[in-house]
């Protein structure tokens, strides 16, 4: 039938089977528990599977009526009534109670995206993740409490508390990923004040029967499973896939055949114009800086002071109501940050002075807004570029005339590159694979190994002895050195260690001490031990433009050989969102001064 | 990922309970308020770099969902909706306590608007709030004399019935 065919060929059908490209160009269904998908190839056909679905409507209404097709599957049911409309007035009448009960408990009158920002000192939560709010409401009411409104979560069911396994799991398919509905407060609980994460709220342009469909497509998937890859199928894009149900003329979801960030799904749907502006939702540590922000000098070094008593200070009680007011609602905001007042957490370290402060607190009547600032905008998550890049350069650094160098890096950002879309003081590298074209005379290159990074991280929040912030360190990674002749080698490591940052000149100056496990030097024929210094300074005198300079070392513990050191000023400019600029000069020990300039290509 | 403590393990589908299932049990969340939930975050997660809630997962499933909490109802079923409308207090207390004292002790914010929101008392046009505020703010030390939502659920009420400007 001419309608049936066009129908299973549709955008609108197979973004409702939940089809999707995977890597080498094949396009199916990403559901995988059974019930799902009603014809058995209907995860690659759905041709038969919209037949399927056809005589499933058809069917005898069993004696739970809710079983039935029709009931289960009221997206679907939209769109095939929609595009063969003298079928549909064929079907039987069938009373879906469960699904009217369940419309009618949750009324939705629109959808947001919402993205949750990383958190202080964990640079791998800069991945972010996504999940949706749906406003409740039936169109009357715009003043109810946003913490009533309801969550949609899609998250992996892991079943092993090892972070490790849980890694290997994750990337390899293993767990499986289940869909969840739960009031907001859950949510903002979780991420804004246990994490102490920023929420970025997106609203979805979705008109009533685009919420309608995304409701039913939310009852339709709701009970099914699909299984976790953390590259490709993650929450992130899982949620993409429900959005683009309810509506079909969302193609963000064909971006990602390869790997997905949770960020660059929310640029791709800004891109697109379906998110309107964003709101930020303030985390813990967020509402801790504005209100000491907000304090005068004495106020803050009286902070400082509290923070470290067990019990109300009496000076506190000297101060003029409104003064009292801006340190009483900061210490509010800094027990909850470092206590993580969240869910059914209740104080430990501080209770007496939490039990003194919300007294003393309820008994100042003044009240003190807080002050939320629009948001430095460089820090949104639509913003900047994406996680994966290509690079291309020039280098001299070698002494020994120009080589080039090329390289993949999956994700995600690094502290050399403009912080836009990104925090500013965290980077986390992983699998960056940089090839150098040797240049071995004229006309002749060799391609070797330049630096291989499986992961980096480091992380350098300013010291804050209110916050108790340590900058750190951790990588794994092969990268190519030159020995005291001038011969390459390639040095393999695993190292970590902590230090210190604070902000100096404008910028942030880091220092962090290592300990090194690997081939750390070019005559060792086993593993060694060693110690070495990762430092620098950075700054960005302009959002597009970040300078600074890096000054590493190391050495091994036995001591026999020279220890080795690199020295390099840098700066980068990002020439358009996903276009990148970088200049380096420096050294490294026994070689002469060289330069670099790289071309990253974010894509 | 993080490790969560004495997980939710289970809520039941309220949809067809009977006219006699009142209070929390009827509205389905009362095995959540026994429960513990919060989060614990460490060194671990260096390795989980998205973050992957499974805040009772299978809890809160689409179809079984929170609960049927606060929809409309016939008169005959106005006794169930008002103890729906109770659990629905008391769920949020639960797990909101530090948040909803903090902003009591203001007199103002999101949270304490959400409790009044959820009282019956914030108003859907201009959205205000400020009289049951106010009343939080003033009664603080006998409206927060325990740690257990369900007492702090039950002076809320019985504030209420004595301040009846609080909620206008």
Known sequence: MAGESELARSPAWLRALYYVPHSFGRTTGMVDTPGFYLASAGREDPQQELAANLAAFRAPIPAKADDHALCRFPRRRQLIAAAMPELATGWQVVACTAYHDWRQAFPVQGASLVFSSNYLNNPSSMYGHTFLRLQRGNGASQHGSELLDYAVN???????????????????????GGFSLMPYYLKVQEYANAESRDLWEYPLRLDGARLDALMATLWEVGPHGIRYWYL????????????????????????????????DTVAALWRQGALGEPKRRLSAHSRLTLRRQALSSDEASLLVRQTGAAKLLPEVGALSPASRTRVLDALLEWIAYDEKLAGTRRPEKHRQLWEETLAARAATPSSSPLEATPGAHVTRPDYGPSAQRLTLGIDSLSGQGADVLFGFRFALHDLTSPA???????????????????????????????????????SIPAFDRVTGAFAWTLTLGSERRLDTDGAPWLMHRLEGGAGVAFDLFGGRIYGVPVILAGRLSPASTQPELGLGL????????????????????????????????????????AVTTQQELRLEAGRQAAQPWGARALWFRYL | MKILTSLILSVMLSGTAAAADYGMAGCGLGSIVAQELHWDNNMAQIFVATSNG????????????????????????????????????????????????ADAARGDGEYIAGLADL??????????????????????????????????????????????????
């Open chain 1, 232 to 263: 490709d199928e993650n929450c992130s894009f899982v949620l993409l896939a429900v959005i683009a149900a309810a509506d079909p003329t969302i193609t963000a979801v064909d971006e990602f055949p390869l790997v997905v960030a949770p960020k």
């Open chain 1, 420 to 458: 836009i879309g990104y925090a500013k003081d965290q980077e986390i590298t992983m699998g960056d694979f940089q090839l150098r074209a040797h240049r071995q005379g004229k006309g002749r290159y060799a391609v070797v190994p330049e630096a291989f990074t499986l992961l980096r991280i480091l």
């Open chain 1, 154 to 176: 899609f998250a992996a069911n892991p079943d092993t508390a090892n972070p490790l396994l849980y890694a290997v799991y994750g990337v390899s398919g293993r767990f499986f």
């Open chain 2, 54 to 101: 499974t805040a009772g997962s299978q809890t809160f499933g689409i179809t079984s969902g929170t609960s049927n909490c606060g929809a409309a109802a016939s008169p005959s079923m106005r006794g169930k909706v008002e103890g729906q409308k109770k659990a629905e207090r008391t769920v949020f207390l639960h797990y909101n306590l530090a948040q909803v004292r």
């Open chain 1, 534 to 573: 990762r430092s620098g300074w950075t700054m960005s005198p302009s959002p597009r433009l970040q300078c600074g300079l890096r000054a590493d070392s190391d050495r091994t513990v036995a001591a026999a050989v020279q220890p080795w050191w690199r020295v390099a000023a840098f700066a980068s400019f």
């Open chain 2, 119 to 168: 009282f019956g008392c914030r108003n859907q046009l201009t959205g205000s709030y400020g009289g049951f505020a106010t009343m939080s703010q003033r009664w603080h030390e006998s409206l927060f004399n325990s740690n257990d939502a369900t007492v702090v659920q039950a002076n809320f009420e019985r504030a209420l019935v004595q301040d009846s400007v609080a909620c206008g």
